[in-house]
């Protein structure tokens, strides 16, 4: 009898054991809304570009940090944004600049020095010319998979070179985050676009999202329409060019138009703009002009977000997360996850 109750009892921690491994997570309620878009067109997602590292113009965090992967996973936003680079000594890292003074506390090129070394700069938040030092450190891209397994996507923006995506998207399986990446391929060139096609052939073996990014001023719609039919991906970035002192957009341009969003339907596919702050003198650089400055410095959003969302984006990648994401809600663009 002894051994009946203890075979009953084993099988019982094991099935519990075994329902807390298949439970599903937040990732996955994001992951059903990335790969159904067609039955999620009545939901924006919100991209923190860097993290969420600033705040109504102020920076809350540093830059690329892991407390502002942490926020933004804090306020359920859908992905974050990183950009990758690789030290002396051969180890992935997060960081936008190779130029190590903007963000932290060293100083000369990121690459020319070691992962140890890396980890003695301290990240800061600089906020109208004053610095503060904090004690994050520059975190290594295994780091960054760590916190974001089972709650963020993350878009990986490759600054070196498109041979290192193999490596990473390994990296990421050991962690059992490869779902949750998000791989930008530049297809503006036929040099880049001819790097993306290898990756591409090789994508099944790694389970990763590759997402083109696409100009409409390299890119006409004819090779628009053949991009989409090669890679029937399950999200584009696209970037309606808009010139210094140039007319604010009025219909999107050609990756917005009738026929474009048709291709969006018939391919499942989302779309993404940046509205990112342009820290030179183009606002809206990536969006026709209606960018981050005009949503929230001119209180415009509505002629920004509700614009775009209207011209059928369902991801923006925004400077302002927090901003979009209460603006989104309060005029019915979210949808609550239910998990």
């Known amino acids: 009898m002894k051994y009946t109750i203890g075979a009953l009892v084993l099988f019982l921690s094991l099935t519990a054991l075994s329902?807390?491994?298949?439970?599903?997570?937040?990732?996955?309620?994001?992951?059903?809304?990335?790969?159904?878009?067609?039955?999620?067109?009545?939901?924006?997602?919100?991209?923190?570009?860097?993290?969420?590292?600033?705040k109504n113009g102020q920076t809350i965090y540093p830059e690329a940090s892991i407390s502002s992967v942490r926020k933004?996973?804090?306020?359920?936003?859908?992905?974050?944004?990183?950009?990758?680079?690789?030290?002396?000594?051969?180890?992935?890292?997060?960081?936008?600049?190779?130029?190590?003074?903007?963000?932290?506390?060293?100083?000369?090129?990121?690459?020319?020095?070691?992962?140890?070394?890396?980890?003695?700069?301290?990240?800061?938040?600089?906020?109208?010319?004053?610095?503060?030092a904090t004690d994050e450190q520059?975190?290594?891209?295994?780091?960054?998979?760590?916190?974001?397994?089972?709650?963020?996507?993350l878009n990986l923006d490759n600054k070196i070179s498109y041979e290192e995506f193999p490596a990473m998207f390994e990296l990421a399986k050991k962690h059992g985050v490869e779902k949750q990446i998000l791989a930008s391929v530049n297809q503006n060139t036929p040099e880049q676009r001819e790097s993306a096609k290898k990756i591409n052939a090789d994508l099944a073996q790694y389970g990763v999202n590759l997402m083109p990014n696409i100009y409409d001023n390299n890119v006409d719609f004819t090779l628009y329409k053949t991009i989409l039919a090669e890679y029937q991906?399950?999200?584009?970035?696209?970037?309606?060019?808009?010139?210094?002192?140039?007319?604010?957009?009025?219909d999107g341009g050609i990756f917005f138009s009738p026929e474009s969003l048709e291709l969006a339907k018939?391919?499942?596919?989302?779309?993404?703009?940046?509205?990112?702050?342009?820290?030179?003198?183009?606002?809206?650089?990536?969006?026709?002009?209606?960018?981050?400055?005009?949503?929230?410095?001119?209180?415009?959003?509505?002629?920004?977000?509700?614009?775009?969302?209207?011209?059928?984006?369902?991801?923006?990648?925004?400077?302002?997360?927090?901003?979009?994401?209460?603006?989104?809600?309060?005029?019915?663009y979210r949808k609550p996850y239910n998990n």
């Open 72 to 132: 933004a996973i804090e306020l359920e936003i859908e992905v974050v944004e990183q950009d990758i680079r690789k030290s002396k000594d051969g180890v992935f890292f997060v960081l936008h600049d190779d130029e190590l003074e903007r963000t932290t506390t060293c100083s000369g090129s990121a690459k020319e020095k070691t992962m140890q070394e890396l980890k003695q700069c301290k990240l800061k938040i600089v906020n109208q010319g004053q610095e503060t």
């Open 233 to 250: 991906p399950k999200l584009v970035q696209l970037r309606n060019a808009h010139k210094i002192d140039g007319p604010l957009t009025q």
């Open 138 to 153: 520059i975190p290594t891209l295994e780091e960054l998979y760590v916190e974001i397994k089972g709650h963020i996507l």
């Open 19 to 54: 329902a807390t491994a298949m439970a599903p997570t937040h990732v996955d309620a994001i992951l059903e809304r990335l790969n159904n878009a067609n039955d999620h067109r009545d939901h924006v997602m919100v991209v923190a570009h860097r993290g969420l590292w600033n």
């Open 266 to 332: 018939k391919y499942n596919t989302h779309y993404w703009i940046n509205t990112l702050y342009d820290p030179g003198t183009t606002p809206g650089l990536r969006s026709g002009g209606r960018g981050d400055e005009m949503a929230f410095y001119a209180k415009l959003p509505s002629e920004v977000y509700g614009f775009w969302a209207k011209k059928g984006v369902t991801m923006f990648q925004t400077d302002e997360p927090e901003f979009l994401l209460q603006w989104l809600s309060e005029n019915g």
